[in-house]
């Protein structure tokens, strides 16, 4: 028999995927990490000392403060305009041209060209609501400028300002009026000014655009927030501020090869540990790379989960269920495999999470919870009740944190115990995805076995109508195994599965087989004991075969290759050398199958041996079995049966004492009824 061993037997492997492993996880470490290690939440006080600001820091403004801006900056449209010369040139070569007439109407025309040659030179828009905006922007020429609305004019304000100009003049207001009479002023006045939509549009876009992220500055040396000071909207805006500045400057080129260096430390000790818990856990799966790929898939789920959520929302992380991934485990392996194993994959909350040690805590013992409570709980509405406890550990946890940081639970908002909630019923709708990791993986699952269990799946129904003395007789070895798994906290559902199935091979010829033989016939009559033994024994070769017909998963075939090893046909062997045989010709009379590697295997083949045995005593006394007990499994271990599995001597000292108390249950003596 083997002591315990570590699994790495192929160790440059599993270098390359812890490799691997720890370079999935060192990229989703958020890029943000600094050395600012405070936890605070507006409304609950701040639990460290005072912080006084070592570095000026820009105030970021807060989201309510930037889209009030933005609506402000919607409202106000900057109108733009494109100064055209050409429309001065053309109307003040008019008025030169009239002037040169000469004639009594000279100094009119010269007082209109001068106050039209400065309309023109300011600009004339088309109408008032061009001028909706208090600034507007004139391109002159390559020349992009603001100027106020009010200093340009429209078309009924330059005819009114050329109309003052003249009446300003030396000359009387009736020969004004007369001149005006005869001369269309408003010939000479159209706009200069063309509105351009696009590029408004355009510098109205942009404008949204270039506002400010930030409202001041706070300068080194102030009062950030005193210690036990209720965090307020204004105080958690200047620590978020603060944040954000000392992560650009941790994060500055000096800093970025210790940074790396230390990811890839952290990450490599994270895989280290997980493999770690795996070794000194006696993770029964070891030859099979499967499993291995399973939980670091687990490992790796939950820190892409982790730092994606965060990233999106840091208050969303109460509602991812890591519970969930105690069940993935617990659904492939037992508990004391699995929650170990799910304490060292929960940790990147520890390392994506902005301290994030009451999530993970929180999380861890919801897991525990999760690992007990649905043991009792999985079937149906009964994961709601599941749901239940998962929530209540959750709460509980937050409850204890609030206490221990800041003396009271007024601080616990309906929103987490909401996000709570969701976590818990989130692990309901998520635990389904265990059947995709099965196939994924060619794993087996707990729930798998447990229905492979059911006797009324269509091989079992077989073997029940074709060999019921058989199926009795499976019946009793899982009943007997199951109860030894679980005092030994084996895989019990792994055990009854196995148990039920290991003489399914004895459907392709009950008859030969003494407990399905009706009473007066012997099949084995006319046979030599050679022959005999070679059918007795072909009951294994059939099973397989059976079992890789039924798609029987491979863990369960297990039970049939190896749960007569490589032992004797003791009877027709007896026979046979009784018969004048030769008793070194022994291989006619052995089986040829597996000798057991794992703790179940044990169990079942002692099992089943024990079953079969304990029918032929004629003394069900407690001496009587333990004698008979003692006997089969010395046997098994002097016959080397044992060698290549895994359990220890305690295992197989305590695996006697528990058959010795469940058969002498069974086998109790029972009342005579008196005659009447």
Same mark, same amino acid.
């Given at each position: ?159 009114? =300002? ?42 109205? &876009? ?49 800093? =970025? ?202 091989? &079992? ?216």
């Amino acid at each position: 028999m083997q002591e315990r061993k570590p699994v790495h037997t192929q160790w440059r492997l599993y270098l390359v995927l812890a490799a691997a492993t720890a370079l999935i996880i060192l990229v989703t470490f958020p890029r943000g990490d600094n050395s600012f290690k405070y936890s605070y939440q507006v409304g609950r006080p701040w639990m460290y000392e005072s912080l006084i600001s070592p570095i000026d820091f820009p105030i970021l403004k807060t989201e309510a403060e930037r889209l009030s801006e933005i609506e402000e900056k919607a409202d106000v449209v900057v109108s733009y305009f494109i100064f055209k010369e050409d429309v001065w040139e053309n109307h003040g070569e008019e008025l030169r041209n009239l002037l040169q007439d000469g004639g009594e109407n000279s100094e009119f025309i010269s007082s209109i060209f001068t106050a039209l040659s400065h309309v023109y030179n300011v600009g004339v828009i088309g109408s008032d609501g061009d001028l909706a905006s208090p600034v507007i922007i004139i391109q002159k020429g390559i020349r992009a400028l603001e100027y106020p609305s009010s200093s340009v004019y429209t078309v009924k304000s330059a005819v009114k =300002y050329v109309r003052q100009c003249l009446s300003e003049s030396e000359s009387t207001a009736d020969s004004v009026e007369i001149f005006l009479s005869d001369f269309d002023l408003g010939e000479f006045v159209e706009p200069n000014l063309i509105y351009d939509k696009t590029r408004t549009e355009e510098i109205h &876009l942009q404008s949204m655009e270039r506002i400010s992220p930030t409202k001041g500055v706070f300068y080194a040396g102030g009062m950030i927030v005193s210690e036990g000071e209720i965090v307020t909207e204004e105080i958690a805006q200047l620590l978020d501020s603060y944040k954000a500045e000392d992560s650009i400057s941790y994060t500055s080129d000096k800093h =970025y090869v210790g940074l790396v260096g230390g990811r890839v430390m952290i990450s490599l000790i994270l895989i280290a540990a997980l493999f770690s818990v795996m070794y000194f856990a006696s993770f029964r799966c070891k030859a099979k790379w499967r499993d291995v790929y399973f939980i670091i898939t687990q490992l790796v789920i939950l820190s892409m989960l982790t730092a994606f959520v965060y990233k999106l929302n840091p208050k969303l992380v109460y509602m991812i269920p890591y519970p969930v991934f105690a069940l993935y485990l617990m659904s492939f392996y037992r508990q004391s495999l699995a929650f170990p194993v799910y304490s060292i994959i929960l940790l990147p909350v520890l390392l994506l999470i902005q301290n994030g040690v009451g999530i993970y805590f929180m999380n861890l013992i919801a897991g525990a919870a999760t690992l007990v409570s649905f043991t009792h709980f999985n079937r149906g509405w009964h994961q709601f009740v599941n749901a239940f406890f998962i929530f209540l550990a959750l709460l509980v946890s937050d409850l204890a944190f609030n206490l221990m940081w800041n003396g009271t639970v007024t601080s616990l908002f309906a929103t987490d115990v909401f996000r709570m909630v969701l976590n818990a019923l989130f692990v309901v709708l998520c635990y389904p995805m265990v059947f995709l990791f099965e196939k994924l993986f060619q794993l087996v699952s707990r729930q798998r076995l447990i229905d492979m269990a059911d006797t009324n799946n269509k091989l &079992l129904r077989e073997l029940s109508m074709k060999a019921p003395g058989t199926f009795q007789h499976s019946l009793q070895v899982a009943n007997l195994a199951g109860e030894v798994a679980r005092e030994l906290d084996a895989n019990e559902a792994l055990v009854r599965a196995g148990a039920l199935y290991h003489d399914i091979g004895k459907l392709n010829d009950p008859q030969c087989f003494v407990e399905n033989q009706p009473a007066g016939i012997n099949y084995h009559e006319n046979l030599s004991p050679e022959e005999s033994a070679g059918r007795i024994i072909r009951h294994v070769r059939d099973g397989v075969e059976l079992a890789v017909k039924n798609n029987l998963p491979d863990e369960v075939t297990a039970f049939i290759r190896t749960h007569h090893a490589q032992s004797m046909t003791g009877y027709f062997y007896a026979i046979y050398v009784q018969s004048g045989g030769d008793p070194e010709n022994k291989f006619p009379f052995m089986y040829n199958g597996e000798l057991p590697r794992t703790e179940e295997q044990v169990i079942v083949m002692m099992s089943d041996a024990l079953e079969a045995a304990s029918r032929t005593l004629k003394d069900y006394s407690r001496e009587s079995i333990s004698k008979l007990v003692e006997s089969i499994v010395s046997a098994r271990m002097a016959d080397g049966m044992l060698v290549n599995a895994d359990i220890p001597i305690s295992h197989i000292t305590g695996m006697k004492e528990i058959f010795v108390r469940h058969l002498t249950q069974i086998y109790h003596d029972r009342i005579t009824y008196p005659k009447l």
